[in-house]
């Protein structure tokens, strides 16, 4: 079974905070962002380097690793060390949320997460 990270609701402006605790608030916000959706959905497709995030994605570099990291700082995507046959290295990105869901309930906004480990 997945875990899941549960992102209760929040009337206070969302703060950094690890995956654990992440708002739903913040996890509105991360995927609100298209170049953050662009960026997930290139991942999610299939792990990359951030150089071919940023091409699938058809966003700039920069922007791609922005995304990229926000992603990881809350959880969503996890990062691999690659050592190619030239003996260079790079680091790869893959998606790791299954799903989000959506629950109001109450007059509540809920938004949960479900991981793969």
């Known amino acids: 079974m997945s875990p899941q990270l549960t992102a209760p609701s929040t009337k206070h402006p969302p703060t950094h905070s690890d995956s654990e605790e992440l708002t739903s608030g913040e996890l509105l916000d991360l ?8 960026v997930y959905e290139a991942v999610a497709e299939e792990p990359r380097s ?3 995030v ?3 994605a058809d966003v700039s570099r920069p922007t791609a690793y922005r995304r990229l990291n926000d992603l990881s700082d809350a959880g969503l995507v996890r990062t ?3 050592i190619r046959d030239d003996g260079h290295h790079l ?8 799903s989000l869901s959506i ?7 809920d938004a949960i997460v479900t991981v793969d480990e």
């Open 31 to 38: 995927f609100g962002d298209e170049y953050t959706r662009r």
């Open 50 to 52: 951030g150089r071919a």
């Open 54 to 56: 940023a091409e699938a």
């Open 80 to 82: 691999e060390m690659v």
């Open 91 to 98: 680091e790869r990105f893959e998606a790791v949320a299954e």
């Open 103 to 109: 629950s109001l309930a109450d007059g509540c906004l």
